[in-house]
């Protein structure tokens, strides 16, 4: 029961966190500003954005919380804190404030600490860490995408 718990407060977070975030972004990748960008010639198309997101934010609320039970330490709960706040505020500084720099700046620091969970809790969780791999993989992905929009834009 415990488990269910805590599932399901992590899926209403990070669900509610992409929700949050697509309202901060404002149609941003329906603007002008948006698609009149060089952008890498491996950006995918727009619907796989919200299935990845998806994906991820799914497996992440199980990761999270494997993560809690096992580690519900303060060092857990401040990374899952800011991992949400540079989540959410990369839509507002990329796409509303087209702060591009600032953008790569916060989703270098979201891929750090996705990162440390990946690593730092590995031994812990052992396969459960799995869970959050598609997490880091699309990060380094959409760094590439957000690098590439910086230097030839």
């Known amino acids: 029961m415990k488990k269910l718990k805590y599932l399901i407060i ?6 509610g966190a992409l929700g949050l975030g ?3 972004m404002q149609n941003g990748p329906e603007t002008d500003w948006y ?5 890498a010639p491996w950006t995918p ?13 799914f497996c ?7 993560l809690f039970i096992a580690q519900p330490n303060t060092k857990v709960k401040i990374l899952f804190t800011v991992q949400f706040i ?6 507002l500084v990329f796409f509303n404030q087209h702060l591009i720099a600032l953008g790569l700046l916060f989703i270098l620091a979201l891929t750090a ?11 812990i ?6 869970l959050i791999v598609p997490y880091f993989l699309w990060l380094c992905i959409a760094t590439s995408l957000n690098l590439y929009v910086l230097l030839y834009n």
Do not use: H
Not at 50 to 56: D, E, F, K, R, V
Not at 86 to 91: E, G
Not at 125 to 130: A, D, E, V
């Open 113 to 123: 600490i996705v990162t440390i969970f990946l690593y730092d809790y590995r031994k």
């Open 60 to 66: 992440y609320s199980f990761y999270m919380m494997y």
């Open 10 to 15: 992590f899926l209403i977070i990070n669900f």
């Open 22 to 24: 697509v309202l901060l």
């Open 45 to 57: 198309p727009g619907w796989v954005f919200g299935a990845a997101w998806s994906t991820i934010m």
């Open 125 to 130: 969780l052992g396969l459960k860490s799995l």
């Open 35 to 39: 698609l009149q960008l060089n952008k």
């Open 86 to 91: 540079l989540n959410v505020s990369w839509n």
